[in-house]
């Protein structure tokens, strides 16, 4: 394991336990095929477990607990919902992003993440990269 994949991981031990945030099991899409060896892993425990593997899981997580702070941009769509407000679909580093096949017709990272029910409605309104989209 690289110096910072451990470091993300430590980090991530300190942002699952002194927040609110959805455990990442219950948040991102496909967690358990992705990071196959977190099943039966207590879910109080995944983020202190070595069996979370995804980077990109890794990285959006860390982002949340920070927000878009000066290290995270929302690489994703960001969407707003009637009770939960704004959302990003998915966060990147700053001076990174998804790969060209991740990236969705208008330019956005494909979300990574479980969106809002928004009692079977759409989002109020979707932005890429800050430009308001057809949703």
Known sequence: MNFNLQLSSFILQIVIANTNLVPPQNLYK?????????????????????????????????????GASSRCICCGEERRYIENGNVCTRFCKKNQSCNVEEKDKNGCCNSIIHLPLNHGEPPEWAKCNGKEIKY
């Not at 060896?37 to 069996?51: A, E, P, T, Y």
Request: glycine letters at 6%; aromatic letters at 14%; a positive charge.
């Open 30 to 66: 496909n967690f358990y095929e992705t990071n196959p060896k977190c099943r039966g892993v207590k879910s109080s425990d995944i983020g202190q477990s070595k069996c979370w593997k995804n980077e990109d899981q890794i990285q959006d997580y860390t982002c949340r607990q920070w």
